[in-house]
C-alpha cells in the first residue's frame, strides 16, 4: 500500500467523520439557537447541496490540479466548516459552515476515490476500495459520538478547535507527498 493511498484513507476518514458528525450536531446547535424546524431543514439540504452539486467541476480539479492539492483542500475547507459551524452565532454564518463542509467532504471524496484508482491495479482496487469504505465506516460511527462528548464537556469553541486539529494527520501526509516523500 502506497502512502498516497494511506493518504487517501486517512482523508477520507477525516472528511467522512466529520461531515456525519456536523450533519446531527448541525442540526442541534441550529435548535440550541432557537433556529425553527423547517428552517433548519433548509440548511442542512443546503449542506447536502454543497455535498453533490460540485462532484463534476471537483472532479475535473482533481484531474486538472492533482488528487493530493485537492484532497487536501478537500479537508481543509471541511475543518473550517466545521468551526465556522460549532462557533457560529448566526443563522448565515452556521449555514456557510454547513456549506463547506458538504463540499469539502465531496472534494476529499471524489479526489481520494480518483487517488485509490489511480495507485492500485484492478486486481487490487475492489479490496483497496473496501478497505476504505471500512475506515470511513468507522469514523462515520466514532466520530458524532466522540464529538457530541466534545460539545457537552468542553462546549462550541472546542467542537470547532476538534474539527481544525482533526485536519492535522492528512494535511500532514499532503505536505509529506508534496515533498516525494
Known amino acids: 500500500m502506497t502512502s498516497r493511498v494511506v493518504f487517501a484513507f486517512t482523508s477520507s476518514a477525516i472528511s467522512t467523520g466529520a461531515m456525519v458528525a456536523f450533519m446531527s450536531l448541525g442540526s442541534l446547535l441550529l435548535h440550541t439557537h432557537h433556529v425553527d ?64 463542509i458538504g463540499v469539502g467532504w465531496s472534494a476529499a471524496t471524489v479526489a481520494s476515490l480518483a487517488l ?43 467542537l470547532g478547535m476538534a474539527g481544525i486539529v482533526s485536519a492535522t494527520p492528512a494535511l500532514l501526509l499532503a505536505i509529506r507527498l508534496r515533498r516525494g516523500g
Open 37 to 100: 424546524i423547517p428552517t433548519i431543514s433548509l440548511v442542512v439540504t443546503i449542506h447536502v447541496i454543497g455535498m453533490f452539486a460540485f462532484s463534476i467541476p471537483l472532479g475535473r480539479a482533481a484531474d486538472i490540479l492533482g488528487r493530493v492539492p485537492v484532497t487536501a483542500a478537500g479537508v481543509l475547507v471541511c475543518s473550517v466548516g466545521t468551526l465556522i459551524t460549532a462557533i457560529g452565532v448566526s443563522l448565515p454564518v452556521v449555514t456557510i459552515g454547513m456549506f463547506l
Open 116 to 158: 485509490i484508482a489511480d495507485e492500485t491495479v484492478p486486481d487490487e482496487r475492489g479490496k483497496a476500495q473496501g478497505f476504505s469504505d471500512m475506515v470511513i465506516a468507522l469514523a462515520s460511527l466514532a466520530t458524532p459520538m466522540i464529538a457530541s462528548v466534545i460539545l457537552e464537556k468542553y462546549g462550541t469553541t472546542t
